[in-house]
T-cell receptor, first 113, second 115 residues
Framework: NAGVTQTPKFQVLKTGQSMTLQCAQDMNHEYMSWYRQDPGMGLRLIHYSVGAGITDQGEVPNGYNVSRSTTEDFPLRLLSAAPSQTSVYFC????????????FGQGTRLTVV | GENVEQHPSTLSVQEGDSAVIKCTYSDSASNYFPWYKQELGKGPQLIIDIRSNVGEKKDQRIAVTLNKTAKHFSLHITETQPEDSAVYFCAAISNYGGSQGNLIFGKGTKLSVKP
């Protein structure tokens, strides 16, 4: 099993550009989520999904969109990148509709200049 | 909403010593408390978790204790080894507010084990 796969691993964007961070899992997990990790801040929830077609906002959703058209994929879109979105982004998934025993991807390090 | 506080932010121990990391949470309805280990350049990895109907859980050299009355839980690592060096995060599942049913993380503890 590949687990949770995130692409790309590194990305540099200019302010105002848009991009999509990809997340895929092959464990047939219902719950998927996106976190951002900033120094000294821990992991903060951006958006989450409890199944295909269902998404909801987390703690820090502004500037990000998500969709869940399939069980496997949960892309995160940055609409107009800002320097404040420079961070490391992690996707996680778990069986069921709550994040118990969650598996994390390896992360995407994003720099916005 | 739920708030999880974690202490200390850094911890340095000698190889073979024990390490203890403590977390407190605010939502008395929280019922699931995982601990994650994050090595440099990698994603967090679940190392142990505990549910609110249990007071203690052990897995080899690591253990977690939960005090529901005081709303705190702790990670205990015995006989530490250099490969235990990493950042450790505690978390709790929030049951209300904008992150209902989601993990709320502490800010992490950087553990250094010196040979």
């Amino acid at each position: 099993n590949a687990g949770v796969t995130q692409t790309p691993k590194f990305q540099v964007l200019k302010t105002g550009q848009s991009m999509t961070l990809q997340c895929a899992q092959d464990m047939n997990h219902e719950y998927m989520s996106w976190y951002r990790q900033d120094p000294g801040m821990g992991l903060r929830l951006i958006h989450y999904s409890v199944g295909a077609g269902i998404t909801d906002q987390g703690e820090v959703p502004n500037g990000y969109n998500v969709s869940r058209s399939t069980t496997e994929d949960f892309p995160l879109r940055l609409l107009s990148a800002a320097p404040s979105q420079t961070s490391v982004y992690f996707c996680a998934s778990s069986y069921g509709t709550v994040p118990t025993e969650a598996f994390f991807g390896q992360g995407t390090r994003l720099t916005v200049v | 909403g739920e708030n999880v506080e974690q202490h200390p932010s850094t911890l340095s121990v000698q190889e073979g010593d024990s390490a203890v990391i403590k977390c407190t949470y605010s939502d008395s309805a929280s019922n699931y408390f995982p601990w994650y280990k994050q090595e440099l350049g990698k994603g967090p990895q679940l190392i142990i978790d505990i549910r609110s109907n249990v007071g203690e859980k052990k897995d080899q050299r690591i253990a977690v204790t939960l005090n529901k009355t005081a709303k705190h839980f702790s990670l205990h690592i015995t006989e530490t080894q250099p490969e235990d060096s990493a950042v450790y995060f505690c978390a709790a599942i929030s049951n209300y507010g904008g992150s209902q049913g989601n993990l709320i993380f502490g800010k992490g503890t950087k553990l250094s084990v010196k040979p």
